[in-house]
Each structure stands twice: as structure tokens, then as C-alpha cells.
């Protein structure tokens, strides 16, 4: 049986463009392929960065355990609503597209 993706697959997918030292560009547009773009880039940008952009500052690298991935943006998404939150996330938001701008680039240019 075939499986079929889901939001979770791509978060935790997208989270790998934090946790490898040779990130894998085309497996991850394997799975952001079968979403919009604009969509990939909200959650790349409005979700996983603020959770994983430490691990790229350390001196090695981690896999992200998928469960707490999903669990952390779940608890995002279930909170945004609240004014301060939604400044908080597109304040990150606007800072992340420009930190990792490279590798969206490279992933966009894939999809």
C-alpha cells in the first residue's frame, strides 16, 4: 500500500535542511513537490526554522526526532492566533528567509 503525504511527512521532511552537514536537496523536494510552493515556504519559514535553526550553529549536526517536530509546530500552529504570536512568527519568519535564503534558493530551484 502506497503511502500518502501529509503536512507532518513535509515538516519533518523540511527539517532536514537543518540536520545534515550534506543536506539532501533532492530528496527533500522530493516531498515539498506535492505541495505549493508558497505553501512550502510559509512552513519552512513560519514553523521549522524558528524550531531547527540552532542545530546549524552547533558544531554537529542531528537528525530531529520527527514526533517532536510535529508535536513543536502543532503547538505553534494551535497558538498563532494570538496577536503577539503572529508578530513574534512573521518577525522570525522575515529574519530566517534572509539567514537561510541560500538554501531556499537551492530547494526552490528543485521544485
Known amino acids: 500500500m502506497e503511502h500518502t503525504l501529509n503536512e507532518e511527512d513535509l515538516y519533518v521532511t523540511l527539517s532536514d535542511l537543518f540536520a545534515a552537514s550534506n543536506i539532501d536537496y533532492e530528496n527533500i523536494a522530493s516531498v515539498a513537490r506535492q505541495f505549493p510552493i508558497k505553501y512550502v515556504e510559509s512552513i519552512?519559514?513560519?514553523?521549522?526554522?524558528?524550531?531547527?535553526?540552532?542545530?546549524?550553529i552547533t558544531s554537529y549536526c542531528m537528525a530531529f526526532d520527527s514526533t517532536s517536530i510535529i508535536?513543536?509546530?502543532?503547538n505553534i500552529k494551535k497558538n498563532e492566533n494570538r496577536f503577539i504570536n503572529r508578530i513574534k512568527i512573521r518577525i522570525l519568519a522575515?529574519?530566517?528567509k534572509f539567514k537561510f535564503k541560500?538554501?531556499?534558493?537551492?530547494?526552490?530551484?528543485?521544485?
Open 44 to 56: 519552512l519559514f513560519n514553523y521549522i526554522a524558528p524550531i531547527c535553526h540552532y542545530n546549524v
Open 71 to 74: 508535536n513543536v509546530v502543532n
Open 94 to 96: 522575515v529574519y530566517f
Open 102 to 111: 541560500d538554501e531556499w534558493q537551492k530547494l526552490k530551484s528543485l521544485l
